[in-house]
């Protein structure tokens, strides 16, 4: 895998800075602790250990060593997750739409914590924002993450989220990755 430096990834957009002090200052340090201690709830723990943490707009809320980087939940339905330098450059495709995205390297992502209520995605279409009666929508529990640099490794993977194993989220999509699933669903 490649290593991650993450000043050099477009989702960077400034750097928080926090400053002890006042009373704001001190509740502000609080919610950063608390998106901090979010993020990391998505890896494992030799991974937060080391796993730069940032927020969804981009400020960095903690250095790492670590070749990670962690989101915190923020709302929405999207959850906590802690992905690698490969998985950093899906989500600037993704968030592009880059109808080209191919992964040059193995990539892997932690959502150790699963989906918050109310969230989850598409199985097959990867910018539906709701459930539909035809998009299979999926709330997963803690789950990871892979995504592969050659596609036609993703054949002999069940596309099928109730398959009880790991399976192909958005096969036949720049985006697609393979979901394994680690715990529970919430019900």
Known sequence: MQAFDHRTLGLVAGFAAVVLGSSADSARAQD???LIANA???????????????????????????????????GGLTAAMCADAEWMAWGEAYMAQAPDYQPSDLGLAYMLA????????????????EATPDN????????????????????????????????????????????????????
């Open 114 to 129: 699963g989906d918050p209520p109310g969230g989850g995605a598409s199985n097959i279409d990867p910018f539906a924002t």
């Open 40 to 74: 990391l709830s998505a890896a494992p723990p030799a991974v937060a250990e080391t796993a730069t943490v940032m927020d969804n707009k981009g400020n960095l809320l903690r250095e790492g060593s670590g070749e990670f980087t962690c989101f915190p939940y923020e």
């Open 136 to 187: 299979q929508w999926v709330t997963e529990g803690p789950h990871v993450m892979i995504l592969v640099p050659d596609a036609a490794l993703l054949e002999s993977i069940s596309t099928d989220p109730d398959s009880g194993g790991p399976y192909v989220m958005w096969k036949g999509t720049p985006y697609a990755h393979i979901m394994m699933p680690t715990g529970p669903r919430p019900k």
């Open 32 to 34: 950063k602790e608390a």
